[in-house]
T-cell receptor
């Protein structure tokens, strides 16, 4: 079974600075998707960024980028120019590809709480 | 566009009372549907998922059950709530071969007293 580990329960960053959130996973599969979700105080889950395992290029979405190291099974999220609105809980998640039925499940890490200091 | 509705937003129920949380999806057909629970300070635990009407898979043994009476409707139920059922419940949907992960509902905060 796949597992996702987020070993840092909390992190803090100064506004306008850069922060990196770590995530590792364990799988025997060669094809899969990885995601970062954001959960602000409203508790609405928001997709931040996704990465296909077969793509070597790291995904980027505006101020958010990932460092995907497939061999090391590492998937970290970098937030540049941190803003107060980035304060939230961030979850790393894994999904098998191609997926149908039971394989459509997302496996989540336990999350990391990010605070942003003004 | 697709939307997902989940209600109620908050619920306070006494121990031993029944529970019914509802989730509906609009703008798509035959979605995969999921119920997750998030306990305080913890990650998301998958409770149930469904790939079609009447098809329910349970991930963990518990005091809860799920049903899918219609294609885009997913219901989480309990006959008798326990204190340990308190938590934040999230419904989500995905589409096979649609690789944008899940779309989540806004969640239900359940407090069992």
């Amino acid at each position: 079974a796949q597992t996702v580990t987020q070993s840092q329960p909390e992190m803090s960053v100064q506004e306008a600075e850069t922060v990196t959130l770590s995530c590792t996973y364990d799988t025997s599969e060669s094809d899969y998707y990885l995601f970062w979700y954001k959960q602000p105080p409203s508790r609405q889950m928001i997709l931040v960024i996704r990465q296909e395992a077969y793509k070597q290029q790291n995904a980027t979405e505006n101020r958010f980028s990932v460092n995907f190291q497939k061999a090391a099974k590492s998937f970290s999220l970098k937030i540049s120019d941190s803003q107060l609105g980035d304060a939230a809980m961030y979850f790393c998640a894994y999904r098998t590809a191609p997926y149908t039925g039971a394989n459509s499940k997302l496996t989540f890490g336990k999350g990391i709480t990010l605070s942003v200091r003004p | 566009s697709q939307t997902i509705h989940q209600w109620p937003a908050t619920l306070v129920q006494p121990v031993g009372s029944p529970l019914s949380l509802e989730c509906t999806v609009e703008g798509t057909s035959n979605p995969n549907l999921y119920w997750y629970r998030q306990a305080a300070g913890r990650g998301l635990q998958l409770l149930f998922y469904s790939v079609g009407i009447g098809q329910i898979s349970s991930e963990v043994p518990q005091n809860l059950s799920a049903s899918r009476p219609q294609d885009r409707q997913f219901i989480l139920s309990s006959k008798k709530l326990l204190l340990s059922d308190s938590g934040f419940y999230l419904c989500a949907w995905s589409k096979t071969a649609f690789d944008y992960g899940y779309t989540f509902g806004s969640g239900t905060r359940l407090t069992v007293v």
